[in-house]
C-alpha cells in the first residue's frame, strides 16, 4: 500500500511513522509513506496556503490551489476512476463521516490512500466537492489540524494490511470487527470474535495479583465455557461502554439470554 499525507507541518509525523507496526510494515515494504509540504506548492514569497474567508467570520480558510496543484502532482486518479485504480483522496475535517473499524477496512482494501490535513478554520469547500472522494473525521469533536486524525488513520489502516501484524488473525478478533470464525470446537482461538461489540476481557500471568485474581474459568481448559464467558463479557463490557453498538449486530438468541441476566 502507499499513502500519501499533505501537511503544512511535515515533522508531525517523524514520531507516529518511526514506531512499532508503522515502522515495521515500511522496513518490509508492505507500506510506503511519504509526507508532502503543502507549503511546497505555494508560489508568492511567503508560500501563503490560506486566506480569509468569503462572506466574513472568524479564522483563515486553507486555499485550493496549493491543494489541488499538490494532489494533481501525485498523479492520483480522477476522482471517477479511482474505484477501478483503488485510489481513495481524504479530506480530514470536522464535517465528514466518522471514521470507524468497518472504513479502516474499506481503506486497508485499496492500493493507495491519499490523506489531506485540514488546518485552521477549515479548507475551500471545493476541495471536498470536486477533489477528494471522501471526507473523514476521527470523532466527534474539534482538533487544531487533521494531522493528529491522519496519524489515527494510518496507524489503523497499515495494521490491517497482511503481513503487517505477526498474527494476522489477532486484527479479526478485537473490539468493533465484525468477522466471525464459526465455532469448530477447536479450542478459544475460534471463539475470540467480537461480532462488532467490544472486545471481551484479557488477563495473563501472574494469576494473582495482590489478591486480585484472574475468573477460574480461564484457566479450567473448558473451551466452551471459555467461550461462554468471553461472549458474556463482551456483551456486559459493550452495554456498559458502548450499548448503541448493541443496535448495529445481529444478537443470536444466546446472546440475548446473556444480556437478560444482566
Not at 515502522?23 to 501563503?48: M, P, Y
Request: glycine share 10%.
Amino acid at each position: 500500500m502507499k499513502i500519501d499525507i499533505v501537511t503544512i507541518f511535515p515533522d508531525f509525523f517523524r514520531g507516529p511513522l518511526d514506531h512499532g507496526i508503522i515502522r515495521r510494515a515500511r522496513e518490509a515494504g508492505l507500506a510506503t509513506i511519504e509526507v508532502h509540504d503543502l507549503r511546497a506548492f505555494a508560489h508568492d514569497r511567503h508560500k501563503t496556503v490560506d486566506d480569509r474567508p468569503f462572506g466574513g467570520g472568524e479564522g483563515m480558510v486553507l486555499k485550493p490551489e496549493p491543494i489541488f496543484e499538490c494532489i494533481e502532482g501525485l498523479k492520483v486518479a480522477p476522482r471517477e476512476g479511482r474505484i477501478e485504480s483503488r485510489e481513495s483522496v481524504v479530506l480530514l475535517s470536522a464535517q465528514g463521516k466518522r471514521f470507524d473499524q468497518s472504513v479502516a477496512n474499506e481503506l486497508a482494501a485499496l492500493e493507495r490512500i491519499v490523506l489531506i490535513c485540514g488546518r485552521y478554520e477549515g479548507v475551500d469547500e471545493r476541495v471536498g466537492q470536486y477533489l477528494a472522494d471522501r471526507e473523514l473525521s476521527i470523532g466527534d469533536y474539534v482538533l487544531s489540524g487533521g494531522e493528529l486524525g491522519a496519524a489515527v488513520i494510518v496507524d489503523c489502516v497499515t495494521r490491517l494490511i497482511p503481513g503487517a501484524v505477526g498474527n494476522q488473525a489477532s486484527t479479526q478478533q478485537e473490539s468493533f470487527t465484525t468477522f466471525s470464525p464459526t465455532h469448530a470446537g477447536d479450542g478459544p482461538s475460534s471463539t475470540c470474535a467480537s461480532g462488532g461489540l467490544l472486545d471481551y476481557p484479557h488477563y495473563t500471568r501472574p494469576a494473582d495479583f495482590r489478591g486480585i485474581t484472574v475468573p477460574e474459568v480461564l484457566a479450567s481448559g473448558n473451551h466452551e465455557e471459555i467461550r461462554r464467558w468471553r461472549r458474556r463479557t463482551a456483551l456486559e463490557k459493550t452495554l456498559r461502554n458502548r450499548p448503541d453498538l448493541l443496535n448495529q449486530v445481529v444478537l443470536s438468541d444466546e446472546d440475548k439470554k446473556l444480556l437478560g441476566g444482566f
